[in-house]
């Protein structure tokens, strides 16, 4: 095992709990007892754990995925019965984990976020504060998504997602998933010729295969959803494992390379702000640049983004509002902090466009800049 100090674990809903609803309060007493030989060796563990939805299930008013609602009004039914199963859940999730690290001499504790909490930058510094301190103490902060308080259109997806941006935040040195097959494989699990992979260093070449395109049965999430997020957190420089939760010491055999596969990082770290801007932020807008710059940002070259580079602006956004940057086919190249709102950038756009050539040469690039680089990140 390399030298790790923190990890970040995702757990599975295939994981933890049995069709019925009902926690496998055995592999959850096995998964906390690897956790804790890591915490013996000094090592700081951080939990984005899934279950909470399918543990609602054992309930007998709510068995029936189809239970009565009388109060749905304009509310989506479906995301309603699953805040619901959530909200009943939860509290089982916790309560499941804390009596089992107790056992062991630990505690955790409970972080239900959404995904404004991450998008909002004063909210996820204060986020990334607060689990900073509770690592300092030695308490397992256990994360996941607060459906009670999501909508539809502002969620995470999946805790895969949820995980990459936790990992990303606290900069972990790995991060490793959990899930109900031994890694990723060549072709779909179930067949008999397939053969686990115990590395994979270029993630493009499986994203159109179609074996990985599908949402699993009991969660969210799915192998792409992984693939993805193996992907940008290999470029933030973090590495990741994907294996089966179900083996004996699983965390530590992924952590030792034993099982599962392995996505190594690129060398170099991204800074905290860049980090954020590539993982947790969301959008208002779309700057739309010319071929010459998005030709540079497309091979990571670093660039800001001048007057001179913008084609077309989309959205209304205020100044220092997140805007993705994108090619004429609407390719997303990356996001960054823009410096004017929506209406000024298109009048100085249009302004520089009018000027002669000649005294568009005495104008410094500085002061044209619209995105600068050090507000900039690679998607």
Same mark, same amino acid.
């Given at each position: 095992?390399?030298?790790?100090?923190?990890?970040?674990?995702?757990?599975?809903? +295939?994981?933890?709990?049995?069709?019925?609803? @009902?926690?496998? %309060?055995? &592999?959850?007493?096995?998964? $906390? !007892?690897? =956790?804790?030989?890591?915490?013996?060796?000094?090592?700081?563990?951080?939990?984005?754990?899934?279950?909470?939805?399918?543990?609602?299930?054992?309930?007998?008013?709510?068995?029936?995925?189809?239970?009565?609602?009388?109060?749905?009004?304009?509310?989506?039914?479906?995301?309603?019965?699953?805040?619901?199963?959530?909200?009943?859940?939860?509290?089982?999730?916790?309560?499941?984990?804390?009596?089992?690290?107790?056992?062991?001499?630990?505690?955790?504790?409970?972080?239900?976020?959404?995904?404004?909490?991450?998008?909002?930058?004063?909210?996820?510094?204060?986020?990334?504060?607060?689990?900073?301190?509770?690592?300092?103490?030695?308490?397992?902060?256990?994360?996941?998504?607060?459906?009670?308080?999501?909508?539809?259109?502002?969620?995470?997806?999946?805790?895969?997602?949820? +995980?990459?941006?936790?990992?990303?935040?606290? @900069?972990?040195? %790995?991060? &490793?998933?959990?899930?109900? $097959? !031994?890694? =990723?494989?060549?072709?779909?699990?179930?067949?008999?010729?397939?053969?686990?992979?115990?590395?994979?260093?270029?993630?493009?070449?499986?994203?159109?295969?179609?074996?990985?395109?599908?949402?699993?049965?009991?969660?969210?999430?799915?192998?792409?959803?992984?693939?993805?997020?193996?992907?940008?957190?290999?470029?933030?420089?973090?590495?990741?494992?994907?294996?089966?939760?179900?083996?004996?010491?699983?965390?530590?055999?992924?952590?030792?390379?034993?099982?599962?596969?392995?996505?190594?990082?690129?060398?170099?770290?991204?800074?905290?702000?860049?980090?954020?801007?590539?993982?947790?932020?969301?959008?208002?807008?779309?700057?739309?640049?010319?071929?010459?710059?998005?030709?540079?940002?497309?091979?990571?070259?670093?660039?800001?983004?001048?007057?001179?580079?913008?084609?077309?602006?989309?959205?209304?956004?205020?100044?220092?509002?997140?805007?993705?940057?994108?090619?004429?086919?609407?390719?997303?190249?990356?996001?960054?902090?823009?410096?004017?709102?929506?209406?000024?950038?298109?009048?100085?756009?249009?302004?520089?466009?009018?000027?002669?050539?000649?005294?568009?040469?005495?104008?410094?690039?500085?002061?044209?800049?619209?995105?600068?680089?050090?507000?900039?990140?690679?998607?």
């Amino acid at each position: 095992m390399t030298k790790i100090n923190r990890v970040t674990i995702k757990i599975g809903t +295939a994981v933890l709990t049995k069709l019925d609803g @009902n926690s496998s %309060q055995e &592999v959850i007493d096995s998964l $906390v !007892d690897d =956790v804790a030989n890591l915490k013996d060796k000094g090592i700081q563990v951080v939990i984005i754990s899934s279950g909470a939805v399918n543990l609602g299930r054992s309930v007998p008013e709510l068995k029936d995925r189809h239970f009565k609602l009388e109060q749905s009004g304009k509310f989506n039914p479906e995301i309603l019965r699953e805040q619901i199963l959530s909200a009943v859940g939860q509290p089982k999730l916790m309560a499941a984990y804390s009596a089992s690290f107790e056992k062991r001499g630990y505690h955790c504790a409970q972080l239900l976020v959404t995904r404004s909490d991450f998008a909002d930058r004063k909210f996820y510094l204060s986020l990334r504060v607060v689990t900073e301190e509770l690592l300092r103490l030695g308490i397992i902060p256990i994360f996941n998504e607060n459906d009670v308080l999501t909508a539809e259109e502002i969620n995470f997806g999946d805790n895969d997602q949820l +995980a990459m941006m936790v990992s990303a935040m606290l @900069n972990t040195d %790995q991060l &490793v998933v959990l899930t109900n $097959v !031994d890694g =990723v494989f060549d072709r779909p699990p179930n067949d008999r010729k397939a053969i686990r992979l115990s590395e994979i260093s270029d993630v493009d070449q499986f994203l159109s295969q179609y074996w990985v395109a599908g949402r699993s049965l009991s969660g969210k999430g799915g192998m792409r959803s992984k693939l993805l997020c193996a992907e940008t957190l290999a470029s933030l420089g973090i590495p990741m494992s994907i294996g089966s939760g179900l083996a004996k010491r699983p965390i530590t055999r992924l952590l030792r390379g034993e099982s599962g596969t392995f996505f190594p990082a690129a060398e170099r770290k991204e800074k905290a702000s860049k980090v954020w801007l590539a993982t947790a932020s969301v959008p208002s807008g779309n700057i739309i640049v010319s071929t010459y710059l998005a030709e540079l940002l497309r091979h990571k070259r670093a660039a800001s983004v001048l007057l001179a580079g913008i084609e077309e602006i989309r959205g209304d956004f205020n100044k220092k509002d997140v805007v993705k940057i994108c090619d004429d086919d609407q390719a997303v190249l990356g996001c960054g902090l823009v410096r004017f709102d929506s209406q000024e950038l298109a009048d100085k756009v249009k302004q520089y466009r009018a000027l002669p050539d000649e005294e568009k040469a005495q104008i410094k690039a500085a002061d044209t800049i619209a995105v600068h680089y050090n507000d900039f990140a690679f998607l």
